[in-house]
């Protein structure tokens, strides 16, 4: 089973590049923001809590979210492996996530990091603000916190799977369609290794 974490800033392109790589390599992609979206729109008590962390640019608590992932991982009993978008985002979200997928007989293969200059990233969030109607894209002081959350919080999740020779940074700069060629060969080169 191929368990990828996609791995990246916001703005990075992991939604875009999960959606090719969930084609090429027959995965379920599971994005947390997506999850939470669902949820918000449904207007569900869980979709209320996680909006109001979502629209200050703050994490999600985390049990929240390892139940909502476990719940969808669960829905995909026979799937040939996942991609994770947007989590695990903290230290303690890799060990839970981890324990789960050993749960279940598998674990995490490898962690993808897209690597995207910060001014790129602003500009690539204010631009998708015009055209998705998320608020949290819309404004570049909200923009900067997730950012800011991200390097301060997040970030240190890249040594949980550094520590387990898991790790692999890929160059997000470029078209798409460059970024989902270096994520292939990184794929395609470790999938070697199995």
Do not use: C, W
């Given at each position: 089973?191929?368990?990828?974490?996609?791995?990246?800033?916001?703005?990075?392109?992991?939604?875009?590049?999960?959606?090719k790589?969930?084609?090429k390599?027959?995965?379920?992609h599971?994005?947390?923001?997506?999850?939470?979206?669902?949820n918000?729109?449904?207007?569900?008590?869980?979709?209320?809590l996680a909006?109001?962390?979502?629209d200050?640019?703050?994490?999600?608590?985390?049990e929240?979210?390892?139940?909502?992932l476990e719940?969808?991982v669960d829905?995909?009993p026979?799937a040939?492996?996942?991609?994770?978008d947007?989590f695990p985002r903290t230290?303690?979200?890799?060990?839970?996530?981890?324990?789960f997928m050993?749960g279940?007989?598998?674990?995490?293969?490898?962690?993808?990091?897209?690597?995207?200059?910060?001014?790129?990233?602003?500009?690539?969030l204010?631009?998708?603000?015009?055209?998705?109607?998320?608020a949290?894209?819309?404004?570049e002081?909200?923009?900067?916190n997730?950012?800011?959350?991200?390097?301060?919080?997040?970030?240190v999740?890249?040594?949980f799977?550094?520590?387990?020779?898991?790790?692999q940074?890929?160059?997000?700069?470029?078209?798409?369609?460059?970024?989902?060629?270096r994520?292939c060969?990184?794929?395609?080169?470790?999938k070697?290794?199995?």
């Open positions: 089973m191929l368990n990828i974490v996609l791995f990246g800033p916001p703005g990075a392109g992991k939604g875009t590049q999960a959606e790589l969930t084609n390599y027959n995965l379920v599971l994005s947390t923001g997506d999850i939470f979206r669902a918000i729109k449904g207007e569900t008590d869980l979709g209320t909006k109001s962390y979502m200050g640019g703050n994490l999600v608590p985390d929240v979210t390892i139940k909502m719940a969808e829905k995909n026979n040939e492996g996942f991609i994770f947007g230290t303690p979200q890799a060990k839970a996530l981890e324990d050993k279940k007989g598998t674990t995490i293969s490898v962690m993808m990091a897209l690597d995207v200059a910060e001014q790129e990233l602003i500009k690539r204010l631009s998708r603000g015009k055209d998705s109607g998320r949290d894209d819309a404004n002081e909200v923009i900067a997730r950012i800011g959350v991200y390097n301060n919080q997040t970030a999740v890249a040594d799977y550094n520590k387990q020779n898991k790790f940074k890929i160059d997000g700069m470029g078209s798409i369609d460059e970024i989902f060629g994520l060969a990184a794929i395609d080169a470790f070697v290794q199995l």
